[in-house]
Nanobody, 119 residues
Framework: QVQLVESGGGLVQPGGSLRLSCAAS????????MSWYRQAPGKERELVAG????????NYAESVKGRFTISRDNASKTVYLQMNGLTPEDTAVYYC????????????WGQGTQVTVSS
């Protein structure tokens, strides 16, 4: 049974930090590229950050470059998103995403974790 379980969301003041985690199970984690997406109310889901299956390459949305860092630990089958310098515009539900590097149509999503940035 494939599972992606996000955690670490919550309420934080502007300028604060949060670290999201996504624990994977039920598939060959090291064979999957991992990403974080987010969806704010009334907006489309957007890519925030991605990391290749062996962690050799990362990419970020322009809006989060220099503030967010994606990383992964293949031994523990976990992907992280360190978020610093949070602003109200970062408020959204954050989703973990997995895409097979071999069969790119094989895609998994987590259930999401809410991040709210407000004073």
């Amino acid at each position: 049974q494939v599972q992606l379980v996000e955690s670490g969301g919550g309420l934080v003041q502007p300028g604060g930090s949060l670290r999201l985690s996504c624990a994977a199970s039920g598939f060959a984690f090291s064979m999957y590229h991992m990403s974080w997406y987010r969806q704010a109310p009334g907006k489309e889901r957007e890519l925030v950050a991605g990391i290749t299956s062996v962690g050799g390459s990362t990419n970020y949305a322009e809006s989060v470059k220099g503030r967010f860092t994606i990383s992964r630990d293949n031994a523990s089958k976990t992907v992280y998103l360190q978020m610093n310098g949070l602003t109200p515009e970062d408020t959204a539900v954050y989703y973990c995403n997995a895409v097979s590097r071999v069969i790119t149509s094989r895609v998994y999503w987590g259930q999401g974790t809410q991040v709210t940035v407000s004073s």
